[in-house]
């Protein structure tokens, strides 16, 4: 979908100007003709100015149906993905941020450090 296009539709559908978009938002007309003719992309900003000069929720400008539409179901976060707990995802979280605070000789250090210790809890098992 063209936003440009669908804001021309909903504007026309609202039987609004150009020129009451520019009263209702303080968007010139000529900016609001860059954006339907697909010139200019606006910014969420600006769409949402656009939303409140149409009376119409925001999902409108993307979502043709009458209701609003059903949430997407989305897949569980990378820390479930990889089967990380929350706890252990917020200790690798500032496990990170303590090394990007060393220099790379420690890192190194303790890299080396965390393989052999790796290393003996595998033999003791």
């Known amino acids: 979908?063209?936003?440009?296009?669908?804001?021309?539709?909903?504007?026309?559908?609202?039987?609004?100007?150009?020129?009451?978009?520019?009263?209702?938002?303080?968007?010139?007309?000529?900016?609001?003709?860059?954006?339907?003719?697909?010139?200019?992309?606006?910014?969420?900003?600006?769409?949402?100015?656009?939303?409140?000069?149409?009376?119409?929720?925001?999902?409108?400008?993307?979502?043709?149906?009458?209701?609003?539409?059903?949430?997407i179901q989305l897949p569980p976060d990378k820390a479930e993905k990889w089967g990380i707990t929350a706890t252990e995802s917020a200790e690798l979280h500032a496990f990170t941020r303590l090394l990007a605070r060393m220099n790379e000789r420690d890192r190194k250090i303790l890299l080396t450090t965390a393989q052999r210790l790796a290393g003996r809890s595998k033999r003791i098992e």
Request: contains cysteine; positive net charge.
């Open 1 to 71: 979908m063209v936003i440009g296009q669908r804001l021309r539709e909903l504007r026309e559908s609202k039987k609004l100007s150009q020129g009451d978009i520019e009263k209702r938002t303080g968007l010139l007309r000529c900016y609001t003709s860059r954006v339907e003719n697909g010139h200019t992309v606006p910014s969420v900003e600006t769409l949402e100015k656009y939303a409140r000069a149409m009376e119409i929720p925001m999902y409108q400008l993307f979502y043709k149906g009458d209701a609003a539409p059903q949430k």
